[in-house]
């Protein structure tokens, strides 16, 4: 059974930083695209950009470029998203998802990221 | 970016009905298109990829068509558990944009 299991919720300060996680699991975890979706409060999806475990390629959204990193660990299948400097913006519910074909098949539960001053 | 124009945004709709969702694309995206359902506090699902491949233990009620800049969700005789937000998403090219969604209500 596939499954992608991402880290607890997280509370933070500005200015703090941080990093979250994403267990894949049954399946070959490098040899398909990871992707980052934030999703607001109340609000719609936003794709962050993704990256590829087998040789730690990745594709940012410009929107998102230099304010987060993407990485992976292939010995552990854990991908991660990570913040310098987090802002009272980056308050979100971030998800990963596995890429197939034309579409993200499998996704993670979703972390919650509150972050106050 | 590749914008994604959503309609309607909101869809009040009865159990048994059939209705109709639609996604346009700012340019040609040839058939790299996806749906997604997702209800509150949840993940989103992945109903249907390449405009039109309805996924694994997805009900055959939903179907999707189209390709170029014209898209269609569509889900017949709609059941209790179809109402939550449908977002189409393009995949042709980075960044990968989302539709706004559109929230389907009883």
């Known amino acids: 059974e596939v499954l992608l299991v991402q880290s607890a919720a997280e509370v933070k300060k500005t200015g703090e930083s941080l990093m979250i996680s994403c267990k894949g699991s049954?399946?070959?975890?490098?040899?398909?695209?990871i992707g980052w979706v934030r999703q607001m409060p109340g609000k719609g999806l936003e794709w962050m950009g993704m990256?590829?475990?087998?040789?730690?390629?990745?594709r940012y959204n410009p929107s998102f470029q230099g304010r987060v990193t993407m990485s992976v660990d292939k010995s552990t299948t854990t991908a991660s998203l990570q913040w310098g400097s987090l802002q009272a913006t980056d308050t979100a519910r971030y998800f990963c998802?596995?890429?197939?074909?034309?579409?993200?098949?499998?996704w993670g539960q979703g972390t919650l990221l509150t972050v106050s001053s | 970016d590749i914008q994604l124009t959503q309609s309607p945004s909101f869809l009040s709709a009865s159990v048994g009905d059939r209705v109709t969702i639609t996604c346009r694309a700012s340019?040609?995206?040839?058939?790299?298109l996806a749906w997604y359902q997702q209800k509150p506090g949840k993940a989103p699902k992945l109903l249907i990829s390449?405009?039109?491949t309805l996924q694994s233990g997805v009900s055959s009620r939903f179907s999707g068509s189209g390709s170029g800049t014209q898209f269609t969700l569509t889900i017949n005789t709609l059941q209790p558990e179809d109402f939550a937000t449908y977002y189409c998403?393009?995949?042709?090219?980075?960044?990968?944009?989302f539709g706004l969604g559109t929230n389907l209500e009883i």
């Open positions: 998802a596995r890429k197939y074909g034309s579409g993200f098949d499998y």
């Open positions: 049954g399946y070959t975890f490098d040899t398909y695209w």
């Open positions: 990256i590829f475990p087998g040789d730690s390629g990745t």
């Open positions: 340019e040609d995206i040839s058939t790299y």
């Open positions: 390449a405009a039109s």
């Open positions: 998403q393009q995949l042709i090219l980075h960044p990968f944009t």
